[in-house]
C-alpha cells in the first residue's frame, strides 16, 4: 500500500519539524553556533536530521537528555555501540581504575592481550585479532589484508552495505570511498550474485559481507546465500570477511558463528569497547601473522591509540564482567519480542519490521526486506515524521528507523515503544488517509 496524499502529509510534516524548533530554543541556537566552526554543525553524518539534530546534555541507564531539559527513552543504542546503557557501573569503574594508573603511556599495556584472549575465546573465527580505533579502519585493514596476502586488487561487497565512512556501497557508491576496485552483488539474490563471483573471482582479493545487514535496513542474510558465498569466495580463492562491527552481538559467539560459518577473517567494533572508541579485525593465524613486527617484511598496522588504556579496560569489564552468554540471550530474546510485537503494530499501516535479534529496522514499505533494493520505495517523510513524532512522546530511535536496545531496555519499555508506534501511525493515518 502506498501513500497517496503529499500534501497532506507534507503539512502533517510541516507542522512536526515546527513544534520541535519551538520546543528546544537552546538546541537550536547551540547548533547555530555549532555551524560556525563545522560543515553543518556536524562531525557526523548519521546524527543529522533536519530542522536541527538532537543534541544531547547526558544520559544514564536508558535515558538521554537533551539540552532543552527534554528526556527520552533510549531505543537507538548509540547504533548498537551503546549496548551496556549509558552508566554501566562494571565498565564505569573499570575505567576509572585505567585512569588513575595514567593515560598515553606509549607501550604495551597489562590490558590489550587480555582483552585479544577474550575476543579469541568467543568469536571461533578469531585465532589472532589486532585492535583498531573504529570499525571503518578495522575493515580497511581485513580489506587490505586480503589484497596483500592475494595480491588481487577488488573486493565484492553487497549494494547498499555499509562498512564504514570510507566503504558505503549506497546510492551509488560514496565519493569519498577508498579507491578500491569493487565487485557489486545484490544482498541475498544466491544466482545473480554467484555469477558475479564467478565472472570476477580471479580479481577478487575478499568478500566482505554482514551476515545481517545493519545500515542498510537490518536485514538478514538467508543461510543458504551467506554459506553460497563463503563456498564462492574458497572456489574463487577469495577470501570470506564478516563485518561482525554491528552483528557479534546477535549471539553468543557472533553471527557468523550462529549462521556456522567461519569466515576467513571478521571484524569488530561498536559495544566491544565497552562504549568507548573501538575496532578489531582478526582471524587466520596464517593470515593476520603477516602483521607479526619480528618478522621480516611484516606488513605494517600502526594507531596511536589502538590499545588506548581506556578502551581495553571498558572492553575487558563488558566482555567479562557483563556480557555472559544468558546476559545476551536475554537482550536478542527481548529484540525478537519487540520485532513481533512491532510487526504486528504497523502492518495495518502498510509498514513492517525487521531484522534480527537486538537490532530491529522499521519501514515504510509492508516488506518482507529481503534486500536493500526492497526499500526503495519508501517514502522518506514517513520515516521523518515518525521520528519527530516518537521524539515528542520521549521515544529516542535513528532517523532512519533503527534501534538496537541497550540491555537498560525492559519489558516495560519494548510495550510502551510498540505503543508509542502504533499511536503515531493510528494518529496520523487519519490526516494522510493510509489505508488501515
Ligand atoms: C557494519 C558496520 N561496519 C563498519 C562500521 C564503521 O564503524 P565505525 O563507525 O566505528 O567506523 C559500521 C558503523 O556503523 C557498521 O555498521
Avoid at 46 to 51: G, I, N, S, T
Avoid at 243 to 263: C, F, K, N, Q, W
Avoid at 357 to 368: A, D, E, I, Q
Avoid at 410 to 430: K, M, N
Wanted: some cysteine; hydrophobic content about 45%.
Amino acid at each position: 500500500m502506498t501513500v497517496s496524499m503529499t500534501p497532506s502529509l507534507d503539512e502533517w510534516l510541516d507542522r512536526a519539524r515546527q513544534r520541535y524548533v519551538d520546543c528546544r530554543p537552546v538546541g537550536a541556537r547551540m547548533h547555530a553556533e555549532a555551524c560556525e566552526v563545522m560543515p553543518g554543525g556536524n562531525t557526523r553524518t548519521v546524527l543529522h536530521h533536519a530542522p536541527f539534530p538532537l543534541r544531547a546534555a547526558r544520559g544514564w541507564a536508558n535515558r538521554i537528555v537533551d539540552v532543552d531539559g527534554w528526556e527520552y527513552v533510549d531505543m537507538l543504542g548509540e547504533y548498537t555501540a551503546g549496548l551496556y546503557g549509558h552508566s554501566n557501573d562494571v565498565i564505569r569503574d573499570a575505567v576509572r581504575t585505567a585512569l588513575d594508573d595514567g593515560l598515553s603511556l606509549a607501550a604495551h599495556n597489562t590490558y590489550e592481550a587480555r582483552l585479544a584472549r577474550l575476543l579469541i575465546g568467543r568469536f571461533p573465527a578469531l585465532e589472532l585479532v589486532r585492535f583498531t580505533n573504529s570499525g571503518t579502519e578495522a575493515n580497511l585493514m581485513a580489506v587490505s589484508l586480503a589484497r596483500a596476502a592475494t595480491g588481487r586488487p577488488a573486493i565484492a561487497v553487497a549494494v547498499g552495505g555499509y562498512h564504514g565512512g570510507l566503504l558505503y556501497f549506497g546510492g551509488g557508491g560514496s565519493p569519498v570511498n577508498a579507491p578500491y576496485e569493487t565487485v557489486l552483488l545484490d544482498y541475498n539474490d544466491v544466482e545473480a550474485s554467484r555469477e558475479a563471483l564467478r565472472e570476477h573471482g580471479p580479481r577478487i582479493a575478499a568478500v566482505l559481507i554482514e551476515p545481517v545487514m545493519g545500515s542498510a535496513g537490518c536485514i538478514p542474510g538467508d543461510a543458504a546465500y551467506l554459506q553460497m558465498l563463503a563456498d564462492e569466495a574458497r572456489a574463487a580463492g577469495a577470501l570470506l570477511v564478516f563485518d561482525e562491527v554491528m552483528t557479534s552481538r546477535l549471539g553468543p559467539h557472533g553471527a557468523g558463528a550462529a549462521y556456522g560459518i567461519t569466515p576467513d577473517l571478521m571484524t569488530l567494533g561498536k559495544y566491544l569497547g565497552g562504549g568507548l572508541t573501538f575496532g578489531a579485525f582478526g582471524g587466520r593465524r596464517d593470515l593476520m601473522e603477516m602483521f607479526d613486527p619480528s618478522r621480516p617484511g611484516a606488513l605494517p598496522h600502526a594507531g596511536t591509540f589502538n590499545n588506548n588504556v581506556l578502551t581495553m579496560a571498558a572492553g575487558i569489564a563488558g566482555v567479562e564482567g557483563v556480557l555472559d552468554e544468558e546476559a545476551l540471550e536475554a537482550l536478542n530474546a527481548r529484540g525478537d519480542r519487540l520485532r513481533e510485537a512491532l510487526q504486528a503494530a504497523v502492518s495495518p499501516y502498510g509498514w513492517c519490521a525487521s531484522g534480527r535479534g537486538s537490532m530491529v529496522g522499521l519501514h515504510p514499505v509492508p516488506g518482507p526486506v529481503r534486500s536493500p533494493r526492497d526499500l526503495a520505495a519508501a517514502d522518506d517523510r514517513l520515516r521523518e515524521l515518525l521520528f519527530l513524532d516518537l521524539l515528542e512522546r520521549g521515544w529516542y530511535m535513528a532517523r532512519r528507523g533503527f534501534i538496537a536496545l541497550s540491555l537498560e531496555i525492559g519489558d516495560d519499555d519494548v510495550d510502551g515503544f510498540v505503543s508509542a508506534v502504533r499511536d503515531c501511525l493510528a494518529e496520523r493515518a487519519d490526516l494522510v488517509g493510509v489505508p488501515r
